[in-house]
């Protein structure tokens, strides 16, 4: 057989939504991302616990961070050379194998290399998983199905404060990471047993020079953004930084143009359907994750709430994704983007806008009525948008399309934060 003509797409007779297969996929991403918002509100205990300053310990979240951003763009390559669904357990079993090291550790320095070999696993299960699902759904209901999918993105960092803020507070900050590890035992052998094996393409090139302009760039442009309101925008470091990010990602995009097998094709940017889905869900991912940074910040430090108080002030936005993403799959697949995304956007502008002028006195159920309608704007746009691009890629380079659009929205998030 020959593989290299082979693709991940959904090539069965059956035209239903795997619901228990989906699930699994969404379990999984979930845990991810719920990670992430979890471990904020863990930062104070840290830094008590370690006797650690805030720039050390803000390294927790920058270390995961960078890899996350530098291991993404190689997961396209990787799912097409050894299966998706072996790169997935792959994935879950070094993440869970991270989060029991960072429960483990002992000091800063042995928390932040946990937090590295986490991230080596984090980062690659929402790219993973957006390519298993276009093998797994019918096309006419990869809406739908994405729409579930995609709750673990809005649903996890509005859950994540809260679980975390509840942990940190009656158990310690450990158990904030080991809550990970009877998810992925349960996870790691329900994928084993439910999803079905992936092609692979035996013969594939590992595309060495842009590994390496990627990963330079990625790396000196997330370090920027995450160190440029302590360093100055304005200094030498951060300028430096930003210099070197655009040159070697001005040569990646070069490279990858004339390469013969290149690890994230740039030319699916020729597609204007996908290049207006990313730049629209990389503007949505900006909101989301400012808001998901700048709330509870806000809430703690100037308003006087507890993590847990600021996780309960979150929650109704993480009810209302959950009742809206599932809505607006359905939706996707009867009337498509268009509509969706215009409308999403629209809500997520004003009420973003409206976070801006927060005062100390303002009401708490004030805040969750403005976080409760943003959310909706994002279920609304988010899913939608990001299947209208998906759609329009053909099924052997929808492994490579996931990884680059997920390379884009990491880069949009760490803006937003």
Sequence with gaps: ?????????????????????????????????????????????????????????????????????????????????????????LALAVFILGSALSGFAWSVNSLVAARVIQALGGGMIMPISMALLYQLVPVEKIGTALG???????????????????????????????????????????????????????????DFPGFLLAVAGCFTLL????????????????????????????????????????????????????????????????????????????????????ALQTGLILMPAALVSGLVMPFAGRLFDRVGAVPLGITGLGIVAVTTYMLHNLAIDLPARHLQCILAVRSAGLGLCMMPLTTAGMNTVPVHLVGRASALINTIRQIAASFGI
Excluded at 288 to 303: D, H, K, S
């Design 223 to 306: 370090l920027a953004l995450s160190e440029g309101q302590d360093k100055g925008w304005g200094s030498q470091y951060i300028v430096t930084l930003l210099l070197i990010a655009g040159f070697t990602l001005i040569l990646f995009a070069l490279w990858e143009l004339i390469a013969p097998e290149p690890m994230l094709d740039v030319r699916l940017f020729l597609n204007p359907v996908l290049t207006v889905s990313t730049v629209a869900t990389g503007l949505a991912a900006v909101a989301l994750f400012g808001g998901v940074f700048l709330v509870p910040l806000f809430t703690q430090t100037v308003q006087g709430y507890s």
């Design 148 to 206: 579930t999918w995609g709750l673990a993105m809005v649903v996890a960092p509005a859950i994540g404060p809260t679980l975390g803020g509840y942990l940190v507070e009656h158990f310690g900050w450990r158990l904030v990471f080991y809550v990970n590890l009877p998810v992925g035992v349960l996870a790691i052998p329900l994928i084993a047993l439910l999803l079905p094996e992936t092609r692979r393409r035996d013969g594939l090139r590992f």
């Design 1 to 89: 057989m020959d593989r290299a003509k082979e693709s991940i797409g959904h090539t069965g007779t059956d035209r239903r939504v795997p619901w228990l297969s989906l699930s699994v996929l969404v379990l999984g991403a979930f845990m991810a991302i719920l990670q992430g918002s979890a471990v904020n509100v863990a930062l104070p205990q840290l830094m008590a616990v370690f006797n650690a300053t805030p720039d050390e310990i803000q390294w927790v979240l920058t270390g995961y961070m960078l890899v996350t951003g530098v291991i993404i763009p190689v997961c396209g390559y990787l799912g097409d050379r050894f299966g998706y669904k072996r790169l997935y357990l």
